[in-house]
């Protein structure tokens, strides 16, 4: 089975510090994405990331940065955490390069809170 | 562009009823490919299924099934027999074409009363 793992369920930080995100896989995939979950707005891509230190923007990548320096970790990283940034964040990944239509496989999802 | 809407923001059923939860999308491709994930409360999106524009069978695992229809463009999810543990927040996507982004509609809320 494919094993998508995010470092912490739950988070809670302030206005202005830098929150790293992790996302472990353990399939050997290739894809890696980022999305955040807002209710009413559905999954909306941040970033995602075909090959080590190779990332890609998606729809609303302002006010994030990403990571990738191994093959089986994606971070996530707010530069300065800011309060309409609170949101649930879900990393997924999928095997191939080339084939951004195959099943995309979740992780279990960070809610982060920015007071 | 590509699109997926779900119109049922919430939906609310008692244990055993049937429910159909609706999926609509645009797209101007030829090959795309069609999901549907389920969100239960503990978060974690589930994969349910996949099926490519080409493939227009209904398909039927256990208690789910699912219509794709190219002429009306959708792609229904049925429950039959609900049960409790269905109660999640349900996600209809869309992928291919140029972009290859996964599309996802604002999903819907399903309570299955006992």
């Known amino acids: 089975d494919v094993k998508v793992t995010q470092s912490s369920r739950y988070l809670v930080k302030r206005t202005g510090e830098k929150v790293f995100l992790e996302c472990v896989q353990d399939?050997?995939?290739?894809?890696m994405f980022w999305y955040r979950q807002d209710p009413g707005l559905g999954l909306r891509l941040i970033y995602f990331?075909?090959?080590?230190?190779?990332?890609e923007k998606g729809d609303i990548p302002e006010g994030y940065s990403v990571s990738r320096e191994k093959k089986e970790r994606f971070s996530l990283i707010l530069e300065s955490a800011s309060t309409n940034q609170t949101s649930m964040y879900l990393c997924?990944?999928?095997?191939?390069?080339?084939?951004?239509?195959?099943?995309?496989?979740f992780g279990p999802g960070t809610r982060l809170t920015v007071l | 562009a590509q699109k997926v809407t779900q119109a049922q923001t919430e939906i609310s059923v008692v244990e055993k009823e049937d429910v159909t939860l609706d999926c609509v999308y645009e797209?101007?491709?030829?090959?795309?490919?069609l999901f549907w994930y389920k969100q239960p409360p503990s978060g974690e999106l589930v994969f349910l299924i996949r099926?490519?524009?080409?493939?227009?069978q209904n398909e039927i695992s256990g208690r789910y099934s699912w219509n794709f229809q190219k002429s009306t463009s959708s792609f229904n999810f049925t429950i039959t027999a609900s049960q409790v543990v269905d109660s999640a927040v349900y996600f209809c996507?869309?992928?291919?074409?140029?972009?290859?982004?996964?599309?996802f509609g604002t999903g819907t809320l399903l309570a299955v009363q006992p």
């Open positions: 997924a990944s999928t095997p191939d390069r080339d084939h951004f239509t195959d099943t995309q496989y």
């Open positions: 996507a869309l992928s291919g074409g140029a972009t290859n982004k996964l599309i």
């Open positions: 990331s075909y090959d080590v230190k190779m990332k």
């Open positions: 099926r490519n524009s080409f493939d227009e």
């Open positions: 399939m050997d995939h290739e894809n």
């Open positions: 797209t101007r491709d030829t090959t795309y490919y």
